[in-house]
């Protein structure tokens, strides 16, 4: 039986490569399919376009599949005892859940008076301030910056399903609040009520519906656990998929108006998405150091946790926004997306630090340890030559 061929060098220098890349791509995926789909869409918008389209009643028919698969799959990959692991940490989960939920929402309406030009970029950034935190960056920041990943995960799941129910009518009451805004729609009380509870329902249906069939495939099927753990990357890639996908159709929709804009308008709602992330954290960074002083691995869970902000359900309500009132949706996504970004990699290099100075830690403690044990060594040698030394002046 002959041997099998040896690879040539041109095949081997190419696995070499993906080898080197596909770490950094894998991380990198949501950043470098952003930028790639907010090119296909201003280049070619017409894909893009008439896939995001088509409605069936009021739920566009791609945009809400997608949001489908995004939930499920969350669901899907929620763990029950790592929520039970976080109920102990009771301080910190409640200010977690207060300050995601009712304290940065409330930047909201003075967001929507600030200036900005187009008037969506102020409903996008106010939007973005009203949502509660990532679904997946915040865990995985917090768990490789040696945070307590079990409070993170926890604070993500209550305000998600939480926020299913109060986004809606916060947000109502701050694009309400915006300059014109009541003028321009003619919305009284019961109008208000009417949209936040219509926006509630159809939150219910993409969210919670299909993240608690997630959760119960999870606990029924005795093969769904290891599946979850074995195709982690493949269910992460397509989730971020999914998420890029709304995107692409949201501002491939919005392309007409998206290129009318000044750089100067693009270059000011870049720095107030990145400015508002760096506020929270200043701000979060107050009340868990010098006031609540919580435990570090509690403490760099619930900074980095009450800081970020959902861009899935973001875009989720943004999909759902009246665009004869509110205007495109692409354009209102555009400040969503940047603060998303940004607090991707702000929070990466604060975790990186923390990881470090923990893996400084961890080492010192190990050489003392080490130490402690040689010395302990080095006493017991001293003592048992000493007893020989006693013995032998005996004899």
């Known amino acids: 039986m002959s041997a099998a061929p040896a690879p040539s060098p041109e095949s081997a220098g190419c696995g070499s490569h993906w080898s080197r890349w596909k770490p950094w791509l894998l991380k990198n995926f949501l950043v470098l399919g ?10 070619w918008p017409l894909p893009g376009r008439e896939l995001g389209t088509p409605k069936a009643g009021d739920f566009p028919i791609t945009q809400t599949v997608c949001i489908v ?44 008076q600030i ?19 990532t679904l997946t960056s915040g865990v995985t920041l917090v768990t490789s910056a040696a945070g ?6 926890m604070l993500t799941v209550t305000t998600n399903v939480l926020g299913v129910f109060t986004v809606p009518f916060i947000l109502n009451a701050v694009l309400n ?28 249906i993409s969210i919670i519906v299909p993240m608690a069939a997630g959760k119960t495939v999870r606990e029924k099927v005795d093969s769904a656990p290891g599946f979850a753990k ?6 992460g890639l397509t989730n971020n998929s ?69 861009l899935p359900v973001a875009v989720t309500v943004i999909s759902y926004l009246d665009e004869a009132r509110w205007g495109g949706h692409g354009l209102i996504a555009i400040p969503c997306i940047v603060g998303h970004v940004s607090q991707l990699f702000i929070d990466a290099f604060i975790a990186g630090k923390w990881a470090a100075e923990s893996a400084k830690a961890l080492d010192a403690a190990a050489a003392a340890e080490a130490s402690a044990g040689a010395l302990s060594v080095a006493e017991l040698g001293e003592t048992q030559a000493s007893e020989e030394k006693h013995d032998n002046n005996k004899a």
């Open 177 to 204: 609040s915006a300059p014109g805004a009541d003028s321009g729609a003619g919305a009284g009380d019961a109008e208000m009520a009417e949209a936040a509870s219509s926006l509630l329902l159809k939150l219910v």
């Open 148 to 153: 307590n990943g079990a409070l993170a995960l």
């Open 242 to 310: 999914a998420l890029i996908a709304i995107v692409w159709m949201s501002i491939s929709k919005s392309r007409g108006m998206l290129v009318g804009e000044s750089a100067l308008n693009i270059c000011v709602i870049v720095l107030a998405g990145i400015g508002l992330h760096v506020v929270l954290l200043a701000a979060n960074w107050t009340a868990t150091t010098p006031v609540l002083r919580l435990p570090e691995k509690e403490r760099r869970a619930v900074l980095l946790m009450a800081s970020q902000k959902t």
């Open 34 to 43: 952003f930028a790639f789909v907010l090119t296909l869409a201003l280049a």
């Open 69 to 112: 698969v995004i939930f499920f799959i969350s669901g899907l990959t929620l763990k029950t005892e790592d929520i039970k692991n976080a109920l102990g940490a009771h301080v910190a989960l409640a200010y977690g859940i207060v300050t995601i939920l009712v304290v940065t929402p409330m930047l909201g309406f003075a967001i929507v």
């Open 230 to 235: 074995k195709y982690k990357v493949e269910l």
């Open 115 to 133: 200036p900005f030009e187009p008037v969506q970029f102020r409903y996008g950034l106010a939007l973005f301030a009203c949502v509660p935190t």
